[in-house]
C-alpha cells in the first residue's frame, strides 16, 4: 500500500474528523510481534508533503511489519486469527 493510498483510506474512515490515528505492527529483537507495537497522529489539514514525509519515516523505523489498516494486515490477521486469539484468550485468562 503505498502512503498515498493509506492516507486518503485514513482519511475516509475518519468520516471527517480532523485527526486520525494510524496503528501499526512492528517486531522486536527477539522477534516477538507487537500488534499495537505503535501509532502515528495525522492531521488531515496539515501539508500533505509533510504527513507523507511522517508516515513514510514511521515505516523505516527498525520492525517496522505494516500498518493496521493495510492489506498486509488483514492478510496478516485473517492467516493468524487462531494463534492470536488463543494468545490473547489466555492473557484475559491469567494463564501461559
Excluded: H
Amino acid at each position: 500500500m503505498t502512503t498515498r493510498e493509506l492516507y486518503f483510506k485514513a482519511k475516509y474512515l475518519a468520516e471527517g474528523m480532523p485527526v486520525a490515528k494510524l496503528y501499526f505492527t512492528t517486531k522486536n529483537k527477539e522477534d516477538i510481534i507487537q500488534i499495537w507495537g505503535g501509532s502515528l497522529c495525522i492531521n488531515f489539514r496539515d501539508d500533505l508533503n509533510e504527513t507523507f514525509q511522517k508516515i513514510e519515516s514511521m515505516e523505516t523505523t527498525e520492525g517496522f511489519m505494516f500498518w493496521n489498516i493495510s492489506p498486509e494486515s488483514e492478510e496478516f490477521y485473517s492467516k493468524n486469527w487462531s494463534v492470536i486469539g488463543k494468545c490473547l484468550s489466555n492473557i484475559v485468562l491469567n494463564r501461559r
